[in-house]
């Protein structure tokens, strides 16, 4: 941030001034040194846990490693640490997330940054024989390189992690979540106390402004402007929310955050408290979390807890004469508390609805009071803007998307994942050179981008650059940064279906447009998934999504028809596909398909046999099979253990006709 320069008082010997600015100035020096020095006695260097230049192992302890085994290698370690005698030497640090979610569990062994993916409890004696008291690597469990299969030992030299851009993320998977002194001896709230030496919340508004952040939640409205309008408007206090409900499907950039790196979003979100609130009256904080997140909810519980004992949170900050708290709202997993009114009538202990906006929540917000809401990407922004200044940051992405942004990027790609790349990338970039492209044998059919209320795009729009203009000029959206990736195994049909289910059901139910329109598009979509659509049914699906989109009182009722517009508008031959002709190109949905046995094929093994749950498949032993379509459920458990390729999926208006007489 640049610092406040003093208004001149120079005259014209260029003397005239000095005088009765001195006092101010030294009254700025010493409140600069003693922010500084209670800066440095909350830093217990002997603390600090982590450290790249000793050896130490880093394992991820992000929710995704912890579902695939990191209990299990954490223990491991231990044990063969002790058994060499190397537990007070070698430190295992359980670390956030590292991002590379499809190679979990992960280990990291320091200062070489070797990486090892996708471990097991039997590997670790064989690492840390050859990595931690040796300098080798173990070469076969090294991850591969997606197209070459070449062993690449190193972190940094991962194409998924050396080709992303890392801003927010650049600390998790380097620090222990737990530890406020791995946060300070990384520059941890450095950029709070650079702002409380200043002693100017305008000057903190300016530079958020002048970087170009604009709103990581979904909307994209410029932050310092929202700064800028509620600390204006007058209240009896104000309030400085996190929304960390992440409530889309498959998107969990927020949690990962707050799992990883927790002091960077309360640092934020301090600093947010001063630049509003200072000057003008009390502020307080709130963070708004999913109940399903306990692992982030704890870590930001523990890192609010040191920063009050370290003088960083709480009554007079850093001895700044700063006030300002936090505190911890857990919602019950609503969709729609999301959005900014529906949030703080969650947090007043209401029924999660939205209301109007034509009265906003910088004026009115929680308890009619004047409050700022910005996401957990958004805060953590914050002190990096501050530290490097606004044109640093503003030189990151396009001419109205500034900085960079994370992506969830799931679904059938290689290398699933937190991705985080300046704005302006292009969709085929984080898709295939990050991501590493599609699974092998399959064709890249579509991405679904912006949550459940985002839209489709097609192969012919691989090329959009990620900004805000440009995803929504192609029926698509930012959102809070979902990624969903699908194959040609992808019905788009029953892709759109999913997506307006959630939306459908995760409806507050306050307006008719959003309660019953989406309701009836569904019903709608799984006519035309049955085989029983009609080209009228596609026009009234049209026509319903417009009134939805025009009728619905907050967003989610407003962009629920995206999915469905976005698959008429670039998959519309499938959609009459399943129309005109009863069929579904995919071959998923089932009213429109059959299991049937290729008798040329099947060689009596009895593996589909034995795996039916419903005993459809009869023949005897090196006999061809046969499938009664009567008692077939088409859960494809068949196709799928069969090692002949000897049962082929039809689809075709005979399978609408079977389905009708079962």
């Known amino acids: 941030m640049t610092p406040r320069r003093e208004k001149s008082d120079v005259g014209g010997?260029?003397?005239?001034?000095?005088?009765?600015?001195?006092?101010?100035?030294?009254?700025?020096?010493?409140?600069?040194?003693?922010?500084?020095?209670?800066?440095?006695?909350?830093?217990?260097?002997?603390?600090?846990?982590?450290?790249?230049?000793?050896?130490?192992?880093?394992?991820?302890?992000?929710?995704?490693?912890?579902?695939?085994?990191?209990?299990?290698?954490?223990?491991?370690?231990?044990?063969?640490?002790?058994?060499?005698?190397?537990?007070?030497?070698?430190?295992?640090?359980?670390?956030?997330?590292?991002?590379?979610?499809?190679?979990?569990?992960?280990?990291?062994?320091?200062?070489?940054?070797?990486?090892?993916?996708?471990?097991?409890?039997?590997?670790?004696a064989e690492i840390v024989e050859t990595s931690v008291v040796g300098d080798g690597v173990v070469e076969r469990l090294l991850y591969k390189h997606p197209q070459t299969g070449a062993p690449i030992a190193h972190e940094r030299d991962i194409p998924f992690y050396d080709l992303q851009e890392r801003v927010v993320l650049r600390l998790n998977g380097k620090i222990d979540p737990y530890s406020i002194d791995d946060?300070?001896?990384r520059g941890g709230y450095q950029a709070l106390a650079q702002v409380l030496a200043d002693d100017d919340p305008e000057a903190v508004i300016d530079a958020v402004e002048a970087s170009g952040l604009r709103g990581r939640g979904g909307a994209g409205f410029p932050t310092g402007k929202k700064w800028r309008l509620c600390r204006a408007n007058p209240g009896d206090v104000h309030y400085v929310i996190c929304n960390a409900d992440e409530g889309d499907p498959g998107a969990f950039m927020?949690?990962?955050?707050?799992?990883?790196?927790?002091?960077?979003?309360?640092?934020?979100?301090i600093i947010a408290a001063f630049a509003i609130g200072r000057g003008v009256g009390p502020v307080a904080g709130y963070v708004y979390v999913r109940h399903e997140y306990p692992f982030a909810v704890e870590r930001l519980r523990n890192a609010l807890a040191q920063a009050r004992e370290r003088g960083l949170l709480g009554a007079d900050i850093l001895g700044s004469g700063f006030d300002f708290d936090v505190r911890i709202n857990q919602g019950a997993g609503a969709f729609v508390c999301g959005e900014s009114t529906?949030?703080?009538a969650s947090i007043e202990g209401r029924r999660g609805m939205p209301r109007g906006k034509h009265i906003r929540t910088v004026a009115h917000g929680l308890w009619g009071q004047p409050t700022n809401l910005n996401n957990v990407e958004s805060y953590v922004n914050v002190p990096w803007i501050v530290l490097n200044g606004a044109e640093a940051f503003a030189a990151k992405g396009t001419a109205t998307s500034k900085g960079t942004k994370i992506f969830s990027l799931t679904g059938k790609v290689v290398n699933g994942g937190l991705v985080e790349v300046p704005m302006g990338a292009t969709l085929r970039h984080v898709i295939f050179d990050i991501g590493g492209g599609m699974l092998p044998g399959r064709e890249f059919k579509a991405v679904q981008l912006g949550g459940p209320s985002g839209g489709c795009l097609p192969a012919e729009l691989l090329d959009t650059a990620i900004d805000f203009e440009s995803l929504t000029a192609a029926g698509a959206m930012m959102g809070s940064g979902g990624m969903v990736v699908v194959d040609d195994t992808t019905c788009m049909v029953?892709?759109?279906?999913?997506?307006?289910?959630?939306?459908?059901?995760?409806?507050?139910?306050?307006?008719?447009?959003?309660?019953?329109?989406?309701?009836?598009?569904?019903?709608?979509?799984?006519?035309?998934?049955?085989?029983?659509?009609?080209?009228?049914?596609?026009?009234?699906?049209?026509?319903?999504?417009?009134?939805?989109?025009?009728?619905s009182l907050c967003a989610l009722g407003g962009s629920a028809p995206n999915p469905v517009l976005t698959t008429l508008r670039y998959f519309r031959d499938e959609v009459m596909e399943h129309v005109v002709n009863k069929r579904c190109p995919a071959k998923v949905c089932r009213p429109l398909i059959r299991y049937t046995i290729d008798p040329d094929a099947c060689t009596g093994c009895h593996l589909c046999l034995t795996a039916c749950p419903v005993h459809a498949i009869s023949g005897e032993a090196k006999q061809v099979h046969v499938i009664d379509q009567k008692l077939c459920i088409k859960c494809d458990t068949c196709r799928q253990v069969c090692k002949f390729d000897a049962i082929p999926v039809e689809t075709g208006i005979f399978a609408v006709a079977e389905g009708r007489q079962q």
Do not use: W
């Open 13 to 124: 010997n260029g003397k005239a001034g000095g005088a009765h600015k001195a006092p101010a100035l030294k009254a700025a020096g010493a409140r600069a040194r003693r922010i500084e020095a209670a800066l440095k006695k909350a830093f217990d260097a002997n603390a600090s846990i982590t450290s790249d230049d000793r050896v130490e192992v880093r394992v991820c302890a992000g929710t995704a490693c912890h579902a695939s085994g990191r209990a299990a290698l954490r223990e491991a370690l231990d044990k063969e640490l002790a058994a060499r005698g190397l537990s007070e030497t070698v430190a295992v640090v359980e670390t956030g997330c590292h991002g590379f979610c499809e190679q979990g569990p992960i280990v990291v062994v320091r200062p070489e940054g070797i990486f090892y993916p996708r471990l097991k409890p039997r590997d670790i």
């Open 183 to 185: 946060y300070l001896a």
């Open 254 to 269: 927020d949690r990962s955050v707050l799992e990883g790196n927790p002091h960077s979003v309360v640092e934020g979100m």
């Open 342 to 344: 529906a949030l703080t």
């Open 494 to 551: 029953d892709f759109a279906k999913f997506f307006l289910q959630f939306t459908a059901e995760e409806s507050c139910g306050k307006c008719v447009p959003c309660r019953i329109g989406t309701t009836r598009m569904l019903e709608i979509l799984e006519r035309i998934s049955a085989g029983e659509g009609t080209v009228a049914d596609v026009e009234r699906l049209e026509r319903l999504a417009d009134d939805v989109t025009e009728g």
